[in-house]
């Protein structure tokens, strides 16, 4: 906790800097240039950091690749940073630019909202937050269960885990101001395609950065091509960037060289992904599978790569055991604290 708060307070003071450049020099190449330290200090910073699961991936996931992103369209006078009509405050800016949050005003009718049908009620949260639990107690046996199904276990949490932490946390940020946690999952297991799956429905924040940062700029570059088909390579670069993103979170979180399986998850998925976009343009809507077939092929095809490439570096890091011996660490200190404070009536 202590390398966490300071790690913290350093991303804090980086962020006020950043947002005094942005008030004393306009967008373009000299304020980037005055903003690259701030770039080197967020890549290294998770070196800085004890190896906790959870702390160091959150804050890895939020500051070297999210806030570096969305810093680098800042110093060029884009993204969610620079977008407003008016500027925005330092409270404000230091929040949007570290966690994953858009501006939305809360007067703005629900039914407007981008991603309605990704939030859900408190029922649905409340089974998620019980089959956590079941999924972790599972784990004192993993010894005795195959590994292609622990590896499904794993994927189970990771999402369960993300979808609870995001939630909780944007219940609290909704309370207290006029902002708005972007959803990270929308409904991942109703995907008819590919595209579906990736651009819509899998790690929202991380499309949503991407796409200015990436996507966009490359379907420029290759505006040569005609608008349509200048998104296939912009779509496969999109991919081979969020590969190299996430093995640099892994490479955070494992210290350990990596393999390179989790890159060749994000290529195939990424050359798979632009075929199927092809194949689309070429049939253009003349025939089309059915939805329960296409969302059974959709999600067999993620869930076989993902076992075979993505999966088993959270074996290989040892991040499931190490994240089971913080569970069991944070509840050591509830369980003194509910005992001193028992103490004291």
Known sequence: MVSFFKAWGVVILSLCY???????????????????????????????????????????FFIAWLANFKLFLFALGRGPLSSNPKPLSLPVFLAVSSLPIKIQLKSKPLKSRSHEGSREGPLIYTIKAVILVILIKVYDYSSKLPDKVLLILYAIHIYFTLELILAAMAAVV????????????????????LQDFWGRRWNLMVTGILRPTVYEPMVQLFSILGRNWSKVPAIFGTFVVSGIMHELIFFYMGRLRPDWKVMWFFLINGFCTT???????????????????????????????????????????????????????????????????ASLF
């Open 275 to 341: 075929v199927e976009i092809i194949i689309k343009k070429a049939i253009n809507g003349r025939w089309k599978l059915q939805t329960a077939v296409s969302q059974f092929l959709t999600l067999g095809f993620v869930i076989v790569t993902a076992l075979w490439l993505f999966l088993p570096e959270f074996e290989r890091c040892k991040i499931a055991d190490r994240a089971l011996e913080e569970y069991k660490s944070i509840g050591a200190v509830v369980s003194e604290i509910m005992s001193m404070t």
């Open 174 to 193: 909704r309370a207290m101001s006029d902002l708005e946690l972007e959803p990270q999952f929308n409904k991942p297991y109703l995907a008819t395609s």
């Open 18 to 60: 950043t947002f005094l450049i942005g008030k004393l020099l306009p967008k373009g190449i000299k304020r980037l240039i005055l903003i690259i330290p701030v770039f080197f200090i967020f890549f290294i910073l998770p070196f800085l950091m004890i190896p906790s699961v959870h702390l160091l991936g959150v804050t890895a």
